[in-house]
C-alpha cells in the first residue's frame, strides 16, 4: 500500500531501479522494454519518447509480450488477464484524476505505469522488499524536474478476484504523484485518498481497527498524525494508521470537497498545516480536528470506490 520512494526534494533524474534487483542491466532492459509496448499504445510522439528509442531497439528481445492499454503495461499474467487489468486499471486512472483531482480529460502518461501482478509471495517480496503479508500492493515513482519519470506497481495477483485487490489504491498513488510533483503528500492523506478507493469490505476494516484503537486509547494525537512523514515501523500500528488516516480523509472532505481537500494540501505545504486549516475549513485550532473521530463519514457515501471487477 505504500508508495515509496518519497519524491526527491531536489530535482533527480535515475533510472535505476529504486529496488535491488541483483542485476541492474537486466532491469533495464526490461523497463525499456515496456517502454517500447507503452509507446505503441500511445498517441503522442514527442522528443522524449525519441529519446528512449535506441535504448529500447536493443532490448525488445528480452519483452514478455506486456499489454498495454494507452497509460498502462500489465505484466506478469495471462494475456486475456493482463487485458482486463489494464482495462480495469485505466477505469481507475480517469476516476482518480477526475473525483481527485478534477481533470476530466487527463493528460496521457508518456511514462506508462507498469503493473507487474505477482502470483507467489517470493516473487512479490524479491520485487518489492516486504511479504505480501503486510501489504499487497506496492507503489515506486521517480521524479525528475517536473515529470514523473518512474511508475510502477507491484500487486499480487493470488486473489480470487480477476483484478488483483490492491489495484485500485495504488494506482489512485500514482495519479496523485502527478499532483504532487515536487513533493510527496503527507503521508495520512495520500494513503487516507488511496483508501477511498479500497472496497468498501476493505474501508470497514480500516475503520475497524481504528475504532478498535480509538476504544483502547493507542490512537495519534491530530498534531502528531499530522506531522507523521513516514510509515509506523510495526504492523499493527499501521493499522491504526491507515483507519485513522481513512477517517480525517473523509472528514475533511465531507466538510466541503475533494477539490478543496487537494487545495488545503497544496497550501499547507506552503503556509503550514494550522493556517491551511483556517484558510480552507476555518478550524482555528488543531484540538477542532479531533472530532473527526467522532464525527466519521460513513464509508463509501462520497462513491469514489469502484466496484467493476
Ligand atoms: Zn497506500
Not at 484524476?97 to 517480496?125: M, N, R, Y
Not at 493507542?218 to 506531522?227: I, R
Not at 472532505?253 to 497544496?266: E, G, K, Q
Not at 479531533?290 to 466519521?296: F, I, M, P, T
Amino acid at each position: 500500500m505504500h508508495r515509496v520512494p518519497n519524491p526527491p526534494k531536489l530535482p533527480v533524474f535515475a533510472l535505476a531501479e529504486t529496488r535491488s534487483r541483483g542485476d541492474i542491466r537486466a532491469a533495464k532492459a526490461r523497463l525499456a522494454a515496456m517502454l517500447l509496448a507503452c509507446l505503441a499504445a500511445c498517441a503522442s510522439t514527442t522528443a522524449e519518447i525519441r529519446a528512449d528509442d535506441a535504448a529500447v531497439s536493443s532490448a525488445t528481445e528480452t519483452t514478455a509480450h506486456p499489454t498495454a492499454t494507452g497509460n498502462i503495461v500489465v505484466v506478469g499474467t495471462s494475456q486475456s488477464r493482463a487485458d482486463f487489468i489494464g482495462e480495469h486499471a485505466e477505469t481507475i486512472r480517469r476516476a482518480a484524476f477526475s473525483q481527485l483531482l478534477g481533470e476530466t480529460h487527463p493528460k496521457p502518461w508518456l511514462v506508462c505505469c507498469e503493473i507487474h501482478v505477482h502470483e507467489s509471495a517470493d516473487s512479490f517480496e524479491q520485487a518489492v522488499g516486504g511479504s505480501p503479508a503486510e501489504a499487497r500492493g506496492a507503489t515506486s515513482l521517480e521524479f525528475s524536474g517536473d515529470r514523473v519519470v518512474t511508475r510502477r506497481i507491484d500487486v499480487m495477483g493470488d486473489g480470487p478476484g480477476i483484478v488483483p485487490d490492491a489495484i485500485d489504491h495504488e494506482v489512485v498513488h500514482v495519479v496523485l504523484a502527478d499532483h504532487f510533483i515536487h513533493a510527496a503528500p503527507p503521508r495520512w492523506a495520500d494513503e487516507g485518498l488511496a483508501l477511498l478507493f479500497d472496497t468498501p469490505e476493505k474501508q470497514r476494516g480500516h475503520e475497524a481497527d481504528f475504532q478498535d484503537a480509538r476504544r483502547r486509547g493507542l490512537t495519534w494525537s491530530v498534531a502528531d498524525l499530522l506531522a507523521l512523514e513516514d510509515y509506523p515501523a510495526d504492523g499493527p500500528r499501521q493499522k491504526i494508521f491507515y483507519g485513522q488516516s481513512a477517517a480525517l480523509v473523509r472528514w475533511l472532505i465531507a466538510r466541503r470537497d475533494a477539490a478543496t481537500f487537494i487545495r488545503f494540501l497544496d497550501d499547507a505545504a506552503q503556509v503550514g498545516m494550522e493556517a491551511a486549516l483556517d484558510r480552507h475549513y476555518a478550524i482555528t485550532s488543531l484540538v477542532s480536528v479531533s472530532s473527526a473521530w467522532k464525527e466519521v463519514a460513513p464509508i463509501n457515501t462520497l462513491g469514489l470506490s469502484q466496484r467493476r471487477r
